[in-house]
């Protein structure tokens, strides 16, 4: 008897054995979060295991359906619903319900056809297991176009600095630039009494209603349509944070913020154009920052970041350009890596990785040592500017491998304006005063390169 007890409890709990084990195979949401931008918008679901999911799109009105697998409707879940913001270019409304016991539906109600790209990624830094859907517009922008827009806008008016130190610099800088523009696109005029040979006798003295003087022939002045254009990289972004300074200044923001007022400073100049890689809170892939950089024919690529170290005693300004060796110090390379690993933490799709791969690899292959050299003229500049503002963490340029400055064609350089995990530091990084102060050593240092090394002459419209 007590053998058949034993046998019918043991056939029991078997038998509730597949309750048990799905409820305890059931994933629990640690966060939600959503970052809308013109470029694209990512949802993200955060949660204690790995989740998978299937989706399809729905038209009239368009529509995407994500079924999540191994997920019970939460309350976590359902403020994926408040998250959406009114202004979002994609996601209109969220509906989120319990499809099947053990399937959450999750319906985003778009403005646009879109072209999802939706995928998971493992643990990395500070994330748990992350479900991502990628939302990118079905028929992509192109940068081309976007800097042509962007002349179209009305100027923001500059952050809140002392006035006279403001026009004094941004005057400088303009006058600089607007020099070196006059040269490349009205060269000096001939002059109308032309030299002779020391040999050549002196004609006798005509009267002056004798000849008409003869003007020059319009086609006598060559032109060139010249636009300079400049690749501003605020680093990091979206799901990446990049550094954070010991009373919470997130790198991506602080970075964002002199990057969009370098901006407004060079743009001041109707010569330059200026495009961003980010020019909101999104993360972007370091080849896709490369790219756009290449697609506009940038004649620059400035990427900006803070640095951050493992004590806060670390402090002072560098300034990073691209090496085709082994980089010039420890300190340079691990710099590198760790600005190079930034892509796991943004969240890249690995699906697409490998194309990017390879597209990377090619453009290492491509890299010439007139591109870094002209990287570390250019290096050199912006570094003696911000050595007159700040305190300096090397005396030099110094180079490593660093992914986002690999576009064969462009000067480029990386700089890390102050080390954001140093208290001080964090603090002037805060200040929009100093701020303001690293935008004017930034703009006087690319006019000074330019002063010395004007850029080529290229087919390009003014109404860009």
Known sequence: MKRRASLGGFLALLLKAPDTLAAGSQASIVAVRVWPAQEYTRVTLESDKPLAARHFLVDSPHRLVIDVEGLELSPDLKELIGKVKPDDPYISGVRVGQNTPTVVRIVLDLRQPVAPQIFTLAPVAAYKHRLVFDLYPKFAADPLVALASEREKAPAAPPPSPAQRAEAAASAVNDALGELIQKIERPPAPSTTPARP???PVPPPVAAASKPALAPAPAA???IDRLII???????GGEDPGAVGPSGLREKDVVLSVAHNLRE????NPNIRVLMTRDADFFVPREERVRKARRVQADLFVSIHADAFFTPQARGASVF????????SAAARWMADRENAADMVGGINTGTASKDKNVLRALLDMSTTAQIKDSLKLGNEVLGQIGKIARLHKPRVEQAGFAVLKAPDIPSILVEMAFISNPEEEKKLRDPDHQGKLVDALASGIAKYFAKNPPLARRRSSTL
């Open 321 to 328: 350009a691209l090496s085709d060796g082994a980089a010039t």
């Open 230 to 236: 400049i690749a501003l990289d605020p680093g990091h």
């Open 265 to 268: 400073r060079l743009q001041a």
């Open 221 to 223: 002045e060559p032109k």
């Open 198 to 200: 020391a040999s050549a």
